[in-house]
């Protein structure tokens, strides 16, 4: 079976530094893969999916961008961290012969 | 623009009882539902899905109720137990999409 792995768990940056959150996956090949954030008291939201390497859909405009180097990484990044940046951030994988998506254990974000 | 409502921010119910969590959706190309557990600090975890052609879908004490023509589903959860307390989200795609589109979640109390 799949599994997704997520780091860091927890962080805290301050504003205008920069961001990596990095998510590897075992057991599958070629996922799509994907970042969602959830933000204080609110639901699951889209950032960034990947069919493929070097192939990112963007959801939501932000200073956020993502990266897929390998089939089986996906890297979240930002050049400079903004407070709203704040928020529990999840990496997730579709595989190709259905809709279902699963999630990795999440990383926290704390921007001071 | 949401897609994906979860009206109830909230829901209390005694151990033992029914839980019964709804969802409304307002994209008629949605063809594929599914529920997802979450506990504080983890990602969401797959509950139960269901496909636009059944209106039923049973596992366990989870039972996932599809009306097309309302475009609504629910969840329930009989017998409810402490465990069960927890974020829950829903969750819509269409089969040729690779995203959902999630509801903002329904936390649930399960009561001893």
């Known amino acids: 079976s799949q599994t997704i792995h997520q780091w860091p768990a927890t962080l805290v940056q301050p504003v205008g530094s920069p961001l990596s959150l990095e998510c590897t996956v075992e057991g599958t090949s070629n996922p799509n893969l994907y970042w969602y954030r959830q933000a204080a008291g609110r639901g699951l939201q889209l950032l960034f999916y990947?069919?493929?390497?070097?192939?990112i859909s963007s959801e939501v405009p932000q200073n956020l961008s993502a990266s897929r180097p390998q089939d089986r990484q996906f890297i979240l990044s930002s050049k400079k961290l903004l407070l709203s940046d704040s928020g529990f951030y999840l990496c997730a994988l579709g595989l190709s012969s259905g809709n279902t998506i699963y999630f990795g254990e999440g990383s926290w974000l704390t921007v001071v | 623009d949401q897609q994906v409502k979860q009206n109830s921010p909230s829901l209390s119910v005694q151990e033992g009882r029914i839980s019964i969590l709804n969802c409304d959706y307002t994209n008629s190309m949605f063809d594929y539902f599914l529920w997802y557990k979450k506990y504080p600090a983890e990602g969401p975890t797959f509950l139960i899905s269901?496909?636009?052609?059944?209106d039923k879908n049973e596992d366990g004490r989870f039972t996932v109720f599809l009306n097309k023509s309302a475009k609504h589903l629910s969840l329930h959860i009989v017998p409810s137990q402490p465990g069960d307390s927890a974020v829950y989200f829903c969750a819509a795609s269409s089969l040729n999409d690779y995203k959902l589109s999630f509801g903002a979640g329904t936390t649930v109390t399960v009561r001893a």
């Open positions: 269901i496909s636009s052609i059944k």
């Open positions: 990947s069919v493929g390497i070097g192939q």
